[in-house]
């Protein structure tokens, strides 16, 4: 998955984030030591909004540091839970069980293809 979101970094055309109920110190671990800071432009950690995935909100919290969107944000999880919860505040929620999951999306499929 991450060579997927290199690729996707080096096309500018998507901001990307992380989504996890990480508390600080395992945060700040993935973040600065797993080179996570290269990859992506945030991470959204439970530990920061206090408030956990699935709930409203932890997507509240998310959607005011995203701001305004054109389009909703897509939002890919293993938990179905999870991907109801973002499909039900108005995001693009899809179950990720595989690569594919992913890489088979229209939108994202189209960007790597160029």
């Known amino acids: 998955m991450l060579d997927v979101v290199r690729r996707l970094r080096r096309t500018g055309r998507a901001r990307l984030y ?5 508390e600080h110190l395992r945060a700040f671990h993935l973040w600065n030591r797993h080179g996570f800071e290269n990859l ?5 950690h439970a530990a920061r909004f206090g408030a956990l995935k699935p709930t409203r909100a932890f997507f509240e919290r998310a959607a005011e540091i995203l701001g305004p969107q054109d389009e ?4 890919f ?16 929620g ?3 069980r ?17």
């Open 18 to 22: 992380v989504a996890t109920n990480q």
């Open 40 to 44: 992506f432009d945030d991470m959204f």
């Open 72 to 75: 909703p944000p897509l939002f």
């Open 77 to 92: 999880d293993d938990s179905e839970a999870v991907v109801q919860a973002a499909s039900a505040f108005g995001w693009e």
């Open 94 to 96: 899809i179950s990720y």
């Open 98 to 114: 595989g690569l594919t999951d992913c890489t088979a999306h229209p939108w994202i499929s189209t960007i790597l293809s160029q």
